[in-house]
Structures are given as C-alpha cells and as structure tokens.
C-alpha cells in the first residue's frame, strides 16, 4: 500500500482490508499503523545489515577490486528498489526527526558505511591508501552517496540515465573513493 498511497494517507481499516482481516484483529498486533511501518522496517533493516557480506574479505585489487565495487552497487541498488515504498517512509520520519525511524535508517546505513571503513583502514595498514585520508569520512561519504543515488533512481531514469549507465559510474566512484586509483577492468 505505501508503494501506491502517501504514507499518511493509509488507515488501519485499508490495511485491515488489503490483508483480508478486521481492524480489530489488526489493534491485536499494532497500535497503529505507524507501528506495523516500524515492525515491516525493523525486519527490513535486518536485511540490510546483510549488505556487510558484499564487502567483508572482498579484495580491492585488480579486477577483483572492480568486482567489489560493482557487487556493492548492484547489491545497494537492489536493496532499495526491493524496499524503496518503506525506505521512504522511514526516510520521512526520520528527517522528521522521529528517533525510531532515525534508528532504523542508520542501522542500515552503519552497517555498510563500518565495513567500508574498515576496508579502507586495511587498505591504509597494507600502504595502499593514503595514511590521510580518514576512514570514517570517507566510508560515511561514499555511503551517504550511496543512499542519495538508490533513492533517487527513478529521477535519473527521467533525467535519460539508464540503469545500465548508472552502475558502472556508480561502481567506478565507488572504487576511486575507497582505493584512490582507476578501477582495473
């Protein structure tokens, strides 16, 4: 229902109805809609804490490096377009400053943006990315575009960027970002 009508726009007596149930029934389980949102979220963002798994003992070299970039853009994208009607709405309460929301979002988020640094920090102990470059700040920016770019994909497909377009410039960002050199393809 939230991939059709606005967020605030959906009653329990809708969702009572779409899922062949009562509003009574409904009350058993949730509060209010709002609560059913958070529980579909929370499940959510328990999947996405599974995004780590297209970083943890990845290389960075070569065109084994090339791969894991591409892996984690597509993975990314795919995880927002599968979820994109509930990432929205979690994105609206959290820059509403709802706390659980917020919550929520930066589950997802961390557990990419703390791989990511870490790669970058065994990058920096192996001498192959700059000792000044900080970890933090970069993980947090790559993700952060991340973010912005999954949601927003519909807007670069009416901006005539293809799906097909966006990955590689996406991967190749990606890939510069954590290594600091051209990917090797």
């Given at each position: 229902?939230?991939?059709?009508?606005?967020y605030?726009?959906?009653?329990?007596?809708?969702?009572?109805?779409?899922a062949?149930?009562?509003?009574?029934?409904?009350?058993?389980?949730?509060?209010?809609?709002?609560?059913?949102?958070?529980?579909?979220?929370?499940?959510?963002?328990?999947?996405?804490?599974?995004l780590?798994?297209?970083?943890?003992?990845?290389?960075?070299?070569?065109?084994?490096?090339?791969?894991?970039?591409?892996?984690?853009?597509?993975?990314?994208?795919?995880?927002?377009?599968?979820?994109?009607?509930?990432?929205?709405?979690?994105?609206?309460?959290?820059?509403?400053g709802d706390?659980?929301?917020?919550?929520?979002?930066m589950?997802?988020?961390?557990?990419?943006?703390?791989?990511?640094?870490?790669?970058?920090?065994?990058?920096?102990?192996?001498?192959?990315?700059?000792?000044?470059?900080?970890?933090?700040?970069?993980?947090?920016?790559?993700?952060a575009?991340?973010?912005?770019?999954?949601?927003?994909?519909?807007?670069f497909?009416?901006?005539?960027?293809?799906?097909?377009?966006?990955?590689?410039?996406l991967?190749?960002?990606?890939h510069?970002?954590v290594?600091?050199?051209?990917?090797?393809?």
């Amino acid at each position: 229902m939230l991939s059709s009508s606005p967020y605030r726009d959906v009653k329990v007596i809708d969702v009572a109805r779409k899922a062949g149930t009562s509003p009574a029934t409904f009350y058993q389980y949730f509060p209010d809609v709002e609560g059913a949102v958070l529980e579909i979220a929370e499940q959510m963002a328990a999947e996405g804490a599974e995004l780590t798994t297209l970083l943890e003992g990845r290389s960075w070299v070569g065109k084994a490096g090339w791969q894991t970039s591409q892996d984690l853009v597509e993975g990314f994208l795919d995880f927002w377009r599968k979820n994109d009607a509930i990432l929205r709405v979690v994105d609206l309460g959290a820059a509403e400053g709802d706390k659980r929301f917020y919550k929520i979002r930066m589950k997802i988020l961390n557990s990419v943006n703390n791989s990511l640094a870490d790669t970058v920090k065994e990058l920096q102990a192996k001498g192959k990315v700059d000792k000044d470059v900080s970890p933090a700040a970069l993980a947090g920016s790559l993700v952060a575009m991340l973010a912005a770019v999954a949601s927003h994909q519909r807007g670069f497909q009416s901006w005539g960027v293809k799906q097909a377009e966006l990955k590689p410039n996406l991967a190749t960002l990606v890939h510069l970002g954590v290594t600091g050199k051209k990917p090797s393809k």
